[in-house]
């Protein structure tokens, strides 16, 4: 009768009744303590399920080989081998374990560290939001506390994204230049016909309406006009809280940004909606090709979306600089913001989730894409040059240096002229398609503040710091 496990006579047997197998007591249960299982077949068996043997103790004989003295230095070498090499290797564990242990300290301390920023961070970001007075109202009939954490967009306002999206992207490329489109022999030609005096000090909210007779002009007084371009006057005020930073048609509905962080809506002269989701200056705003969507971005961090079907507060997601500009991509399904750490951040529209992320020279001003959807076109602050980023390859493709300052940049329809401004004069840059070439077709000494094109781009609507319209023409 011998130990399944040792392969000697057991001191004390016991038999396991999963396996029928003898063990020696104290080797078996050290190896049930472990695995909890029959050491010949693998069969759960506890302690508890091992029937004793009773047997006559016999007192083993010496082995033979251990009767001499040479024998017994012999079993005492190969003890002291069998020691040394498990020393040795407790030793190399040791050294494993110290340096495992030491990197969970370094781990341990570095999370620490940021953990502690990250709360510091926090207690002065939420020392400064209380600081900062935000009104209660969201929306013209009283509505929902400010929003302070990202929400995913409604079904229906996604479904209206998505749509919009597919419905534009098929045609966008290949869409025609319409026949009644400026060339670039006529833009070289556009010079200074009409100007009007100063109508708001401080201004660069410039917005020309579809139509092309009206534009929203803003200024630091905290009043919109809505100036007739043809009649050459201000045909109606819009008044909001604060120094206006930005405005910008929606359909037939005016929509004023101001450095209060209120964003107005504004409707046959008539404040439809009020929203304050901004905790700071709201900085600029974007239309979203559905033409009811609006964005707007502020010192807080954040940009908001706002449904002007509902007159309603979507989503408002943070980033981790205060954002200074912003446009939606010409498909809608892309939101691009620039910050004051010099990064421009592109959104999902519908989810809020990061998609890129660019690196500018300073301060991002201003933002646009290209209607065929592959560029986009970025100003930095006090900046000469405008970076144009395919989005293709998320890198920068070409620099464009106008050789003076860059206030404003737009892109006009086809996505042929890139059109920009600022107090030096404004300059007209062309790319031709067929030879990916860049040209500049004009060049005029007339200061703006912000520029934008008329209808199939015929003109450029400027506005100068002193808050007048300038129009050039061909």
Excluded at 13 to 18: F, M, Q
Excluded at 37 to 53: C, H, Q, R, S, Y
Excluded at 153 to 177: G, W
Excluded at 229 to 236: E, F, H, L, M, S
Aim: hydrophobic share 40%.
């Amino acid at each position: 009768m011998l130990c399944a496990i040792s392969g000697e006579a057991p001191q004390v047997p016991v038999v396991s009744p999963k396996s029928g197998s003898v063990f020696e007591k104290r080797l078996v249960e050290a190896y049930i303590g472990e695995h909890g299982k029959d050491p010949v077949n693998g069969e759960e068996l506890a302690t508890e399920d091992l029937i004793d043997i009773k047997s006559q103790r016999v007192v083993r004989p010496r082995p033979p080989t251990l009767t001499s003295i040479p024998s017994l230095l012999s079993v005492f070498q190969e003890e002291w081998d069998a020691l040394a090499l498990e020393t040795y290797t407790l030793r190399q564990t040791l050294a494993q374990t110290r340096q495992e242990l030491s990197s969970a300290l370094y781990q341990h301390d570095a999370a620490v560290r940021v953990i502690a920023r990250l709360t510091q961070e926090r207690d002065e970001a939420r020392d400064a939001l209380s600081k900062v007075t935000v009104g209660a109202t969201r929306t013209a009939g009283g509505g929902d506390e400010m929003q302070v954490d990202s929400a995913g967009l409604p079904e229906a306002v996604v479904a209206r994204v998505e749509e919009t999206q597919a419905a534009l992207s098929k045609t966008r490329r290949k869409r025609p230049v319409p026949e009644n489109w400026a060339t670039s022999e006529a833009i070289s030609s556009y010079q200074p016909k009409e100007s009007s005096d100063a109508l708001y000090p401080g201004g660069k909210a410039l917005s020309v309406h579809s139509s092309g007779e009206l534009a929203l002009v803003g200024g630091t007084e905290g009043v919109v006009g809505v100036y007739s371009i043809n009649d050459k006057r201000v045909a109606q005020t819009l008044q909001t809280n604060g120094p206006v930073t930005d405005a910008l048609w929606a359909g037939d509905k005016a929509v004023v940004a101001s450095a209060t962080g209120s964003v107005k809506v504004f409707e046959n002269g008539n404040e439809v909606a009020s929203f304050n989701s901004h905790a700071g200056e709201a900085t600029a705003l974007a239309l979203h090709a559905t033409g009811d969507i609006v964005a707007s971005v502020g010192a807080d961090k954040s940009y908001v979306l706002y449904d002007l079907t509902t007159n309603s507060v979507l989503t408002q997601v943070f980033s981790d600089a205060s954002l200074l500009s912003v446009n939606f991509h010409p498909d809608g399904h892309l939101i691009a913001a620039g910050g004051v750490d010099g990064k421009i951040k592109i959104f999902n529209t519908t989810s809020g989730t990061p998609a890129a992320d660019y690196s500018s020279s300073g301060p991002v001003k201003g933002l646009f894409f290209s209607e065929n959807g592959v560029f986009l076109a970025a100003v930095a602050e006090n900046s000469t040059v405008v970076s144009i980023w395919d989005l293709r390859h998320s890198k920068e493709t070409k620099v464009l240096d106008t050789g003076s300052k860059v206030d404003s940049i737009y892109w006009d329809y086809t996505g042929q002229f890139l059109l920009t401004g600022g107090p030096s004069g404004v300059t007209v840059q062309q790319f031709t398609k067929s030879t990916k070439e860049w040209s500049e077709p004009l060049r005029s000494a007339v200061p703006a503040a912000a520029v934008q094109w008329g209808p199939a781009a015929q003109s450029i609507v400027v506005l100068n710091a002193e808050g007048g319209i300038t129009v050039l023409e061909a």
